[in-house]
């Protein structure tokens, strides 16, 4: 059974920082590109970070470069998303995304809510 299970959301004040995390299984994790996406109140889902399959290249939203990091351990089979200087526009439910080299396999998490508490 494929599963992807986020981790590590809350509340948090302006410029706070948050750890999200993301365990996968039921499927070989190392060959699949991992995506964050998030959907606050009233918008659509956006693409926030991705890494490839092995870790060589991320990509961020413009709204969140240089403040997040999306990392991936293998070994784990777990990928990351290290949120600082956090803003009040950050709150949304934040999603794991699994999607294989051809795309004909995509997997999404029941996500993870994080929210300003100010």
């Known amino acids: 059974q494929v599963q992807l299970v986020e981790s590590g959301g809350g509340l948090v004040q302006p410029g706070g920082s948050l750890r999200l995390s993301c365990a996968a299984s039921?499927?070989?994790?190392?060959?699949?590109?991992m995506r964050w996406y998030r959907q606050a109140p009233g918008k659509e889902r956006e693409l926030v970070a991705s890494i490839a399959r092995f870790g060589s290249s991320t990509n961020y939203a413009d709204s969140v470069q240089g403040r997040f990091t999306i990392s991936r351990d293998n070994a784990k089979d777990t990928v990351y998303l290290q949120m600082n200087s956090l803003k009040p526009e950050d709150t949304a439910v934040y999603y794991c995304?699994?999607?294989?080299?051809?795309?004909?396999?995509?997997?999404w998490g029941q996500g993870t809510q994080v929210t300003d508490s100010s």
């Open positions: 995304n699994a999607r294989s080299v051809k795309g004909d396999y995509v997997y």
């Open positions: 039921g499927f070989t994790f190392s060959p699949y590109a």
